[in-house]
């Protein structure tokens, strides 16, 4: 064996090795992706207050089979609820108005990992705890609906250009809450913080796409109380 094949030989061997290398990794990333994929659909859910594209499928398909006479706004409201309960109650499921994924697969509806993504079904653990950190800290004497509106205002921010495009970077900008000045942010939420923090992300806004929320009995600014009112839940009024 000569030693020019000995060296051929082993750069084959390397190139061989790297290939599949790379084959197992690029496997791997796939299989990640499959399993991101379908976590994201089996976590979404889409109820009254929700928005975005599934949202327009699902009122597109009651509207053509006759359950919906609404308008396909993309803006799942009380007509879209009651269209979906008639749905659900002529299938045979349970008629609660909330599509999850028995609704949508009767619908025919599929779900892709950015699609769910966009209707809030893809964030980390991370994420979710210290959006519910956050709504501890600033809501937990609110209603459910006010505590999840409030988690529903901090997923609107990093949707909006104006404000950091993260969980993180929303919550920690500067002077965004006051949570985070006086430390309650760092306090462990309840339950009842991490479901709302949980529903927010699947979708559920009954702030209607609200960028500000305050207590009028407390607030200090000028500038917050010239915002556009969206809508008053509880002691927080919620704006644009």
Not at 39 to 49: D, M, N, S
Not at 138 to 162: C, D, F, I, M, P
Not at 182 to 199: V, Y
Request: proline residues 2%; aromatic residues 12%.
């Amino acid at each position: 064996m000569t030693k020019k094949f000995v060296i051929f030989a082993a750069v084959v061997f390397a190139v061989a090795l790297s290939v599949g290398v790379t084959t197992y990794a690029v496997a791997e990333k796939q299989y990640a992706d499959a399993v991101a994929s379908y976590e994201a659909v089996e976590t979404l859910v889409l109820k009254q207050g929700s928005t975005g594209d599934v949202v327009k499928k699902i009122q597109t398909k009651l509207k053509n089979w006759g359950y919906y006479t609404g308008k396909v706004d993309g803006i799942y409201g009380s007509g879209t609820k009651a269209a979906v309960k008639y749905f659900q109650r002529k299938n045979g499921l349970t008629a609660d108005g909330i599509v999850g994924a028995k609704t949508l697969a009767a619908l025919g509806i599929s779900v892709s990992t950015t699609a769910a993504a966009s209707q809030g079904g893809a964030y980390s653990s991370s994420d979710t705890n210290l959006l519910a950190r956050l709504i501890y800290a600033e809501a937990r004497g609110e209603t459910y609906t006010g505590q999840v509106a409030v988690g529903a205002v901090v997923l609107n921010r990093v949707k909006s250009s104006s404000f950091p495009n993260t969980i993180s970077g929303v919550i920690y900008q500067p002077y965004a809450f006051t949570c985070v000045a006086d430390g309650q942010i760092n306090m462990s939420p309840n339950a009842t913080a991490l479901a709302a923090a949980r529903d927010a992300m699947n979708g559920w806004d009954p702030s209607y796409g609200s960028l500000y929320y305050y207590n009028p009995s407390v607030a200090t600014s000028g500038w917050i109380f010239s915002r556009k009112t969206v809508v008053t839940i509880g002691n927080h009024v919620f704006a644009l």
